[in-house]
């Protein structure tokens, strides 16, 4: 992991767990298990520090995320508008599965670029 700046793991319930990876100003959001309702005072907390500077580019990797329910949409929602407020570029990377098709149903990715 040559490059990286800082690493962090954090847990943030018994169904979701993220690894954020920053190198210069660009962060990287690793998220795994479920993104549902349990997950949402542990993901705005990861959110307040974007307002904090230092940050340009937000990539959310979903690759390891199995599941994710309308709550999860809605806190997609707040994560694409802490990085409007802070002048991040954000985009999705790789969701796959439910979580794919989810995001592909409710036409998140035209919100939210993605990358899939």
């Not at 990287?28 to 298990?33: M, N, Q, T, V």
Request: glycine share 8%; net charge negative; proline share 2%.
């Amino acid at each position: 992991m040559a490059g990286l700046a800082r690493m962090a793991f954090a847990k943030l319930d018994e169904s979701m767990d993220y690894t954020v990876r920053d190198s210069g100003d660009r962060r990287e959001l690793e998220l795994r298990g479920q993104l549902t309702f349990e997950a949402d005072a542990d993901f705005r907390e990861i959110l307040s520090g974007w307002e904090q500077g230092g940050i340009a580019e937000c990539v959310l990797d979903l690759s390891a995320v199995d599941y994710m329910d309308s709550a999860g949409l809605g806190l997609l929602i707040l994560a694409n508008n802490a990085a409007k407020r802070a002048g991040i570029v954000f985009r999705m990377r790789h969701p796959r599965g439910q979580v794919r098709e989810l995001i592909e149903i409710s036409e998140f990715h035209t919100i939210i670029p993605c990358e899939f």
